[in-house]
C-alpha cells in the first residue's frame, strides 16, 4: 500500500541537490577564506585601558558554570562571590543543570536583559555559545571565560587554571611514577567535546610519546559525561576490557570520584592506580584507603576569585583584555595577560596522604 | 460522550489560554528584562524547534502513535551537516540532503510501525538509540563551527521582536492546522486515532496515512536540524540531546490525548509557548534550575491528570451512572 509513492518525493530531491550543487554554493573553504579576510580587517581599532582607574562600586558579576550542582563549580564560583564581595560588588551563580552545548544560550541571554557588567563563564562548547556572547558583549557586558574557554571572539579574557600543557603533562608524570613506567593506562575524560579535557589529553599523548614512556600504552579514552553513574560504569567496562590495565587518569573531578568509588570496591583497588584531578574533599576517604596515591587540582576556588577580578578589572575599564596589561586580584596579587588574552593561575598542586588534610575545599 | 470530550478539550486549551496570558503579564509587570523586543526575540527564539518538532508530535499522537526518536533525529542531520561540510560540499546541497536523511529516518520508523505492526513506543525507542548512535559513528566527537555567517545569522535574524525562524514556524502552524482541523485527511487522522479499527472499516487508509506522518515527523525534526544548527553555529552528534521529551511534553500540555483521538494545533503551540514564556521568566527572575524542572513537571502532571480528574468526579457526583456500568 506504502511502497509505490516514496520514490517521487525522494526523486524530487535528489534532483534539487544536484541542481543546488551543480549550481555551486557557499562551502567550507569560501567560509575560511571570507574569516581571514575578516580578521586582519578587525585587528585594530581597541579602547585604551586605564590601569589606575578604581574598581567601579557595586558591579553585578555573574558565573555561569558548565552546570549547576556540580562541586567543582559551586567551589569556584563561591571564590568568585566571595571576591565580588571583596571589592564591593555583587556575584551570583545561576546555570543550566545539564551540561549540554545549547542549554547555556538561554542563560547568556537572561544575564545580558538583567544588564549584569560581566558573565564569568565555562562554556561546554566553544562555539555554541559565541553567538550569544558577542550579543551580550554589544551590548556592554564584559565576558571573562573560566576553566573551559571559549572561542576567542567570544569572550575579553581567559582565566586558565594552569597551563593545559603543565596539568597533562604531570598527569602522566604523576601515573608513570605510581606504575613504575610500565603497562596499559587509560583516560576517563568528561564530554566528547569539553575544550579544557581535550587539550590536555592531546598534551598527555604529546608526553607519552617521550622515551621514558616506551613501555607505557595509552589503549582507551572513554567518556563519562561528568556523570557520576556514567563514570562508574565507564570504569567498569574499562577494567572488564583490559584486565591487565595498570592505570587510570580521569582528568575531571566527577570522573575520578566515581572511578574511586568503584575501584575501592574491588579487587583492583590499589592494584590499578587513579590519578587525575579531583578535590580533596571528595577524595580524603579514597587516598586514606589506599584506593589512590596522589592525584592533583589547581585551587577552584582561587580560579573564580581570580575570574572575578579580572571581570571587574574590565568592567571598571582597568584592562581590555590585550596581552601585557596588568591587574591586581585581592589577596592573589598581581597577574598579567598573555598571549590571546590568557590569564594563567599557576601550577597544579598535587595532593597526597601526607598532605591532604590541610586542604579544605 | 464525544461532545462531553470535546468541551473537555475545549476547556482545557481555554485554560492553557488564561494561564499564557496570566504568566505574561506577571512576567511583565513583575519580572525587570521580561517585556522588552530583545527577550521576546531570545524567548520566541528558543521555542522554534520544539515548534517545529511538536507540529508533526501532535498529528503522530492525535493519530494514537509517538515518535520518541526526533531528537535523534535531529542529531543525526546534524551530524550529517557537519559530515558533508567539512567534506567540502556546499551548504545549499547539504540541506536538502538533510531533509531527506529525516524523511528516511521517518520512513524507517513508519515501515516498522506499519509493515510489522509494531508498537511506535517500542520502534522510536529503539531508533531513539539508533539514530543518535549513527550520528556519533558520522561526526564522532568533532563540533563544526565553521558554517557560514549567512546562515547562522539568517537564523538568529528577527523583524522587530520577531525572529525569521517564528515566521517558519507559524507558517508550517497554519498549514499543520488547517491540515488536521480542515480537511479530510485530518479528519482521518482524529478518526483513527480514536478507534483504529473502525476508522479502517470506513474506508480510512490507516497504514499509508500513519506511514506519512512518520516521515513527515522525520522531515520535521530535520528542518528544526537545520534551525538548530545555524542558530547555534555548531553541529555536533548531540545537538537537541533529551529535546524529544520537551516536545511530547509541550503535545500533552497542549491537550492531546496521549490514547489518541483528540487534540489542536492551537492548544499546543500555545503549550509550547507557555513553556517558554515560564521558563524565559523563572530564569531572569534568578529562580534555580531545579525548581524550573519542578515547576516544568508540575504542569505536566497536571496536564495529564486535569482531564482524568475531571471524568473521576463526574461518576463520583452521578452515582446512577455508575451503578449502571457496573451491573
Given at each position: 500500500m506504502?511502497?509505490?509513492?516514496?520514490?517521487?518525493?525522494?526523486?524530487?530531491?535528489?534532483g534539487l541537490v544536484l541542481l543546488t550543487a551543480a549550481c555551486g554554493g557557499t562551502t567550507k573553504s569560501d567560509v575560511a577564506q571570507q574569516s581571514s579576510a575578516s580578521a586582519t580587517a578587525a585587528a585594530s581599532s581597541a579602547p585604551a585601558a586605564d590601569p589606575n582607574a578604581p574598581l567601579k562600586q557595586g558591579l553585578k558579576i555573574a558565573f555561569l558554570p558548565k552546570q549547576v550542582n556540580n562541586p567543582y563549580f559551586t567551589i569556584a564560583d563561591n571564590g568568585?562571590?566571595?571576591a565580588a564581595k571583596e571589592f564591593g560588588g555583587e556575584g551570583k551563580e545561576v546555570g543550566p543543570s545539564d551540561a549540554s552545548a545549547s542549554s547555556q544560550v538561554s542563560y547568556i541571554n537572561t544575564l545580558m536583559q538583567q544588564k549584569q557588567d560581566a558573565i564569568v563563564i565555562s562554556a561546554n562548547d566553544p562555539n555554541a555559545v559565541v553567538p550569544a556572547l558577542k550579543q551580550a558583549m554589544a551590548a556592554g557586558v564584559k565576558v571573562v571565560s573560566y576553566d573551559s574557554d571559549t572561542a576567542p571572539e567570544g569572550r575579553d579574557v581567559f582565566v586558565n587554571q594552569a597551563s593545559p600543557e603543565d596539568l597533562g603533562r604531570t598527569e602522566v608524570q604523576l601515573l608513570a611514577e605510581q606504575i613504575g613506567h610500565k603497562g596499559k593506562i587509560a583516560v576517563l575524560s568528561a564530554t566528547p567535546n569539553a575544550t579544557n579535557q581535550n587539550t590536555w589529553i592531546d598534551f598527555m599523548k604529546d608526553e607519552l610519546k617521550k622515551p621514558e614512556y616506551k613501555d607505557m600504552e595509552l589503549v582507551k579514552v572513554a567518556y563519562g559525561n561528568d556523570?557520576?553513574?556514567?563514570?562508574?560504569?565507564?570504569?567498569?567496562?574499562?577494567?572488564?576490557?583490559?584486565?591487565?590495565?595498570?592505570?587510570?587518569i580521569s582528568p575531571t573531578t566527577v570522573g575520578i570520584a566515581a572511578a574511586a568509588r568503584y575501584l575501592s570496591d574491588s579487587p583492583s583497588k590499589g592494584k590499578v592506580k587513579l590519578t587525575g584531578l579531583g578535590t580533596p574533599n571528595q577524595l580524603r576517604k579514597f587516598v586514606k584507603d589506599g584506593t589512590i596515591e596522589a592525584f592533583e587540582l589547581w585551587n577552584p576556588a582561587d580560579l573564580g576569585y581570580l575570574a572575578s577580578y579580572a571581570a571587574a578589572a574590565l568592567a571598571s575599564g582597568q584592562i581590555t583584555g590585550a596581552e601585557g596589561e596588568k591587574f591586581k586580584a585581592g589577596k592573589l596579587g598581581e597577574y598579567t595577560i598573555g598571549a590571546k588574552g590568557e590569564v594563567l593561575l599557576g601550577k597544579p598542586t598535587v595532593f597526597n596522604k601526607d598532605n591532604i588534610d590541610k586542604f579544605d575545599f | 460522550m464525544a461532545a462531553d470530550l470535546a468541551r473537555t478539550a475545549r476547556r482545557w486549551e481555554g485554560l492553557i489560554l488564561v494561564l499564557l496570558v496570566g504568566v505574561s503579564v506577571w512576567a511583565s509587570l513583575g519580572v525587570d528584562g521580561f517585556a522588552n523586543g530583545s527577550n521576546v526575540s531570545f524567548l520566541l527564539l528558543d521555542t522554534t524547534e520544539i515548534a517545529l518538532m511538536a507540529l508533526t508530535m501532535t498529528l503522530v499522537i492525535v493519530a494514537a502513535e509517538i515518535d520518541l526518536s526526533v531528537a535523534s533525529t535531529l542529531g543525526l542531520s546534524c551530524a550529517v551537516l557537519g559530515g558533508l561540510w567539512n567534506a567540502g560540499l556546499p551548504i545549499e546541497a547539504i540541506?536538502?540532503?538533510?531533509?531527506?536523511?529525516?524523511?528516511?529516518?521517518?520512513?524507517f520508523n513508519g515501515l516498522l510501525v506499519t509493515r510489522l505492526g509494531l508498537p511506535s513506543l517500542a520502534v522510536t525507542i529503539g531508533t531513539f538509540a539508533l539514530f543518535r548512535g549513527l550520528a556519533y559513528v558520522m561526526l564522532g566527537d568533532q563540533a563544526v563551527a565553521d558554517l557560514p555567517p549567512a546562515y547562522t545569522s539568517l537564523a538568529t535574524a528577527s523583524i522587530g521582536?520577531?525572529?525569521l525562524a517564528s515566521v517558519l514556524v507559524a507558517v508550517l502552524a497554519v498549514v499543520a492546522a488547517t491540515l488536521l482541523h480542515a480537511t479530510g485527511l485530518g479528519r482521518s487522522i482524529v478518526a483513527l486515532g480514536s478507534n483504529e479499527e473502525a476508522a479502517y472499516f470506513a474506508g480510512?487508509?490507516?497504514?499509508?496515512?500513519?506511514?506519512?506522518?512518520?516521515?513527515?515527523s522525520g522531515v520535521m525534526a530535520s528542518l528544526a536540524s537545520l534551525v538548530y544548527t545555524f542558530r547555534y553555529?555548531?553541529?555536533?552528534?548531540?545537538?537537541?540531546?533529551?529535546?524529544?521529551?520537551a516536545v511530547v511534553a509541550a503535545v500533552l500540555l497542549g491537550g492531546v490525548s496521549i490514547f489518541g483521538g483528540r487534540g489542536t494545533l492551537p492548544g499546543v503551540l500555545m503549550a509550547v509557548l507557555l513553556l517558554g514564556v515560564v521558563r524565559n521568566a523563572l530564569i531572569l527572575a534568578d529562580v534555580a534550575n531545579e525548581v524550573l524542572n519542578f515547576v516544568t513537571g508540575l504542569l505536566l502532571v497536571a496536564?495529564?491528570?486535569a482531564p482524568n480528574l475531571g471524568a473521576v468526579w463526574r461518576r463520583r457526583t452521578s452515582p446512577q451512572v455508575e451503578g449502571k456500568s457496573v451491573s
Open positions: 506504502t511502497t509505490r509513492t516514496p520514490w517521487r518525493p525522494t526523486a524530487l530531491l535528489a568568585g562571590i566571595e556523570d557520576d553513574q556514567k563514570s562508574f560504569t565507564e570504569t567498569q567496562g574499562l577494567l572488564r576490557s583490559y584486565p591487565d590495565l595498570a592505570g587510570i | 540541506m536538502p540532503i538533510c531533509l531527506l536523511v529525516g524523511a528516511l529516518c521517518g520512513a521582536p520577531i525572529p480510512v487508509r490507516v497504514k499509508r496515512i500513519k506511514f506519512w506522518l512518520f516521515v513527515a553555529a555548531s553541529a555536533r552528534a548531540d545537538n537537541g540531546v533529551g529535546l524529544e521529551l496536564s495529564v491528570l
